[in-house]
C-alpha cells in the first residue's frame, strides 16, 4: 500500500486538519443544470436537506457550487454566482456551522466574498488560476487552503479537441510552475485535483487514474473528484444515475493510490470506502 510522503495536515479555519486518514467532501451543488440531475439543489429546502445529508453521512466537508463545469455548461456572470451562492452559504452556516466548507469557484471576486462575508474556509479553484488572474493573490490575501485543478480550456471548449504531447509530463509541469507561483505569493495550503474529466479524453482519465500514485512527487495533498463522472457511465454505456457502483470502484483505486480527499455526491459510500481501505491498510502492516 502507498502512502502520502508529504504534509499530513494543513490549516483550516484556525484549526490543524488531520489528512493522514483520508477525508470525504460532498458535493453540494446550486445550480439548474449540474450534470448529475439528482445534485442539482436550488429551492432553499434542498439545499438545507442536501447540506443535513451530507452531514448525517459521515463527510467532513461540504463544496458548494453555483457555476455549473460540465461541458457546454451556461456561461453565468459572477453576479448570478455570488446571488446562488449566497443562499446556500447562509443555510449551511446557519445549521452546520462546524462543517468545513469549500467554494467552488474559479472566480477571485466570488472567493474573496464567500470567505470575508461568509466564513468559508477553502477555495476550489476548476481553472488552477488560468480563468482569472488575480486568484493567486487573492488566495494569499485570504489565507485559506487553495484546491488547485488541472483543466485544459475553459469549461465551455475544454471537450472540444483535447489534446497533449505527454499527458502526465504536461500535468506535471503544469503543476510545478503554479506550485511555484503560489509559494512565492506566501499561500501555505494547497491541494491537488487532477481533474478528471476536464479537459481529457477517456483514455486520458484512465491513464491519470493508473498513474495517481506519482502525484505523491509533490507532496501535497491530493483531491480526487470522480463521482458519477463521463469516465464511468461512458465506459459502461450507462448514465450518470446508475454510475455510483463505478464510482466506488474508482474512489477505491484513488485511495490505495493516496487520495487524501474524495470529492463525491454519494457521501455514505464514500466513507464507507474510506473505512475499508483504511483497515486493509492497517491490517497490511500487522503482518
Known amino acids: ?28 451543488n446550486v445550480t439548474p443544470d449540474s450534470f448529475y440531475v439528482g445534485s442539482r439543489m436550488q429551492t432553499e ?35 448570478e454566482e455570488i446571488r446562488r451562492l449566497r443562499t446556500g452559504l447562509e443555510i449551511v452556516k446557519k445549521n452546520h456551522p462546524e462543517m468545513i466548507v469549500s467554494v467552488d469557484t474559479f472566480r477571485a ?23 482569472d488572474p488575480r486568484m493567486f493573490d487573492v488566495v494569499s490575501h485570504l489565507n485559506v487552503p487553495y ?39 506566501g499561500v501555505k495550503d494547497i491541494l491537488l ?19 495517481l500514485e506519482e502525484f505523491q512527487v509533490f507532496g501535497l495533498p491530493l483531491l480526487v473528484g470522480v463521482s458519477r463522472k463521463s469516465m464511468i457511465y461512458k465506459l459502461l454505456d450507462i448514465t450518470a444515475e446508475d454510475a455510483l457502483n463505478g464510482t466506488v470502484v474508482l474512489d477505491t483505486v484513488a485511495l490505495l493510490k493516496g487520495a487524501t480527499i474524495l470529492r463525491v455526491h454519494d457521501v455514505r459510500e464514500a466513507v464507507e470506502t474510506v473505512k475499508i481501505v483504511e483497515k486493509i491498510k492497517q491490517s497490511s502492516l500487522n503482518i
Open 45 to 79: 429546502q434542498d439545499i438545507a436537506n442536501r447540506a443535513r445529508q451530507i452531514v448525517d453521512e459521515g463527510a467532513t466537508m461540504i463544496d458548494i457550487g453555483a457555476y455549473s463545469s460540465r461541458p457546454d455548461a451556461e456561461h453565468i456572470s459572477s453576479e
Open 109 to 131: 471576486d466570488v472567493a474573496e466574498e464567500c470567505v470575508l462575508t461568509y466564513g468559508v474556509e477553502m477555495i476550489n479553484d476548476i481553472s488552477g488560476g488560468e480563468m
Open 147 to 185: 484546491i488547485m485543478m488541472h483543466m485544459q480550456g475553459t469549461p465551455q471548449t475544454m471537450q472540444m479537441n483535447p489534446h497533449y504531447e505527454q499527458l502526465l509530463t504536461d500535468m506535471f509541469l503544469y503543476f510545478s510552475r503554479k506550485i511555484d507561483l503560489l509559494r512565492q505569493k
Open 193 to 211: 485535483d487532477p481533474g478528471f474529466g476536464f479537459g481529457k479524453t477517456l483514455t486520458h482519465n484512465y491513464e491519470i487514474m493508473a498513474h
Open 1 to 28: 500500500m502507498m502512502e502520502l510522503p508529504g504534509l499530513n495536515t494543513i490549516t483550516v479555519g484556525g484549526r490543524l486538519l488531520d489528512l493522514s486518514q483520508p477525508q470525504v467532501m460532498g458535493i453540494l
